[in-house]
């Protein structure tokens, strides 16, 4: 067979007939489309990229002012102040020197410790970031302490690099530890610090290792001093400390 | 202003305008190809449809809009013909007359010459069957195919002449006579 037989072969195959219902289901199908276009609501341009900004300016302003003010959590509250202690947190890094890594003022309100600010030497910037995301955090997931039905005493007991809010550790029931003059746990000596008579009481921590807080019943059992120590079965090595540097009058 | 934008802009005379240009040689492709009359004529009106559509992918400025138009028919008839021998291969006995792929047996029953054609035509493989059919029925310049089909023409002008080789195979069994004088 040559091409040219090839071709009148196939062309026997004639050409099909166009169904006419096919024009009006076409003409049906673009009336359809233009009716869905018409009721679909008009969608926003650029929807995220503004709500990229909006959050982005948020941040910012939210940066701004927590660089400006590092008590804007205080500044609505009405609460006298009784005293403050200027602390700072010493780490105790394996291969380096001990060094300062966190400068902290608080005081006691109830044997709960209430931060006013911190900051970091190292990293000027840290306080502010930190204390926006754990903003953010807060606004978004809520507080993520509940409420216990009998007050908590709380120490803080510092932050790493790598976390964002400042840690904390429960020492119990708050009135009970009010009204034992701040023994609680296993009581490991007395010591005087700024003028202060405290109670130096250890306990274990939910991590393996322990902490050691020296509570000043005066002060409404603020942590004058505290240490953590990680380890197990008597062989402890000292992660840091928290050391009051001075105490305030209150405001 | 372009007619596929006026369409879309709402207008159904431009739209329809549009339809009556191209149907035509795009069912016959879409016919072809599948070798079914329903499922050209869902193709062809899906792809009128495909050009309202908001993220449609035709650029006037990049492709004729025939070119366009035929490269949908195309795609598609290949989605029905594998969806459809996906379909038939789960069926429990599938009939020679549901196959697009008439046997040389079934094939000799047709006492017509024209469905003789058709299925010998439905015999070639979905790659030369496309370029047969545009290169042979509608005419179309092998550099259009190869636009249409994203090939090299050498590749387009290769699959054509296995294609017809092919057809001269299917065909020359049941055409002795074309045969011997050949």
Not at chain 1, 8 to 36: H, I, Y
Not at chain 1, 67 to 79: D, K, L, M, N, T
Not at chain 2, 40 to 63: H, K, M, N, W
Not at chain 2, 102 to 130: F, I, N, Y
Request: proline share 7%; aromatic share 8%; glycine share 6%.
């Amino acid at each position: 067979m040559n091409d040219r037989e090839l071709d009148d072969m196939l062309n026997q195959w004639a050409d099909p007939t166009v169904p006419p219902t096919l024009r009006e289901n076409v003409r049906a199908g673009f009336r359809e489309r233009l009716s869905r276009a018409v009721t679909a609501l008009p969608r926003p341009r650029f929807p995220r990229l503004r709500f990229a900004f909006a959050f982005a300016g948020m941040a910012a302003a939210l940066l701004l002012a927590t660089a400006a003010f590092p008590q804007v959590g205080r500044i609505f509250s009405s609460e006298d102040i009784p005293y403050s202690v200027d602390s700072e947190f010493v780490m105790y890094p394996l291969d380096r020197e001990p060094r300062t890594y966190l400068t902290l003022t608080s005081y006691s309100r109830n044997a709960e410790e209430v931060v006013l600010t911190w900051a970091m030497p190292d990293h000027p910037m840290a306080g502010p970031i930190h204390r926006t995301l754990d903003f953010f955090i807060t606004f978004v997931h809520g507080n993520g302490k509940r409420l216990p039905r009998v007050p908590e005493a709380t120490a803080t007991t510092g932050c790493g690099h790598n976390c964002i809010r400042l840690a904390s550790e429960s020492l119990g029931p708050a009135a009970q530890l009010l009204s034992n003059g701040c023994a609680t746990g296993t009581v490991v000596g007395r010591e005087t610090i700024l003028g202060h008579e405290t109670v130096a009481v250890q306990r274990p921590l939910e991590n393996g290792g322990r902490g050691t807080f020296w509570l000043a019943p005066d002060l409404g059992c603020h942590s004058l001093r505290t240490l953590i120590e990680q380890g197990s079965d008597g062989s402890y090595r000292r992660i840091f400390e928290k050391r009051a540097l001075r105490i305030n009058p209150g405001s | 202003m372009d007619s596929v934008l006026s369409a879309r802009s709402g207008d159904e005379a431009a739209f329809l305008q549009l339809f009556d240009d191209h149907h035509q040689p795009l069912y016959r492709f879409a016919y072809r190809m599948t070798g079914s009359a329903a499922d050209a004529e869902d193709i062809v009106q899906e792809c009128f449809l495909e050009l309202l559509r908001p993220g449609c992918s035709y650029d006037s400025a990049r492709t004729p809009l025939r070119t366009y138009l035929f490269g949908v028919v195309r795609n598609q008839s290949v989605k029905r013909i594998q969806r459809n021998a996906r379909e038939m291969d789960q069926s429990i006995e599938p009939t020679a007359a549901h196959s697009p792929a008439l046997s040389p047996e079934s094939l000799a029953l047709h006492a017509e010459l024209k469905d003789m054609v058709a299925g010998a035509v439905m015999q070639l493989p979905e790659t030369q069957r496309d370029v047969l059919i545009l290169a042979h029925y509608e005419q179309m310049p092998l550099a259009e195919i190869a636009r249409l089909l994203e090939l090299e023409p050498a590749a387009v002008k290769s699959r054509l002449q296995r294609g017809r080789a092919r057809l001269k195979e299917i065909l020359a069994a049941y055409a002795p006579g074309l045969e011997q004088r050949s």
